[in-house]
């Protein structure tokens, strides 16, 4: 497995696998890789005969005061993880390789990113939408995998790749959750055992919504009421969001007649944890 620090390197390596013929899949993280990474990976491996990865913590998508200083970094760990799942090739750059000094051209997907996390976190997803259009451009991946965990991120991702024309598929890939049901995160690491049990209120609060709707309940407000009051019900956890929307347009619904996304954000100790499920 080859690691690349530079853009010529990787789209080098890129090119070459190109005119073999190769099918090239890019799984782009910004690292600290978890079995949830892990499984884009070997989804993309299925899909694809050379996979690149990238790691790099994009300092745009972190405001003010969020965790980008201490965002945990861990290349040689990574790397042995990447290299187990047959990962090709880590794109791993430095912050002035991607944003060089001047650099001044932003992408901004409207609507999608005014709610949930786009709300919560402000200029959030313009850094996520900028460093994705750069990776795709870096690497011109046939196809790229992201994780459902995200979902806000994959349907922001994939109206960008849609209004921008660009060509390559994006491939979104189901939760990868512990055995008791925590979704996988890189901020996990944050959670002290008490906090860690207590965060297993994510995942206990969507699937009771999803025992309400499954017994009939459709009425909107009602079903985000149970999930909010599991949720404050644990003195640990500090809701950010609880939202539901029609998906994957992100609109309001008061009474649910198609899919429907359930979102939440909640905070518990230092760590910002999020977690879905389509309804
Ligand atoms: O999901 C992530 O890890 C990041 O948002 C991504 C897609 C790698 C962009 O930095």
Redesign the pocket.
Known sequence: MDIFHTIPAVRDFVRQARARGRVVGLV???GYLHEGHLELMRQAKKQCDIVVT?I?V?PT?FGPGEDLATYPRDLNRDAAMARGVGVDAIFNPGVEEIYPPGYSTYINVERLTEKLCGAARPGHFRG?AT??AKLFNIVRPDYAF??QK?AQ?ALVIKRMTADLHMDVEVVVVPTVREQDGLAMSSRNIYLNPAQRQAALVLSRSLNKAAAAVKAGQRDVSKIRQLVVDLIRAEPLAEIEYVEIYSYPDLEQTKVLDGAALLALAVKIGRARLIDNIIL
Do not use: L
Request: hydrophobic share 45%; no cysteine.
């Open positions: 782009p993280t910004m990238s790099f994009n998508q996520v460093v994705v992201f994780g995200d991120q």
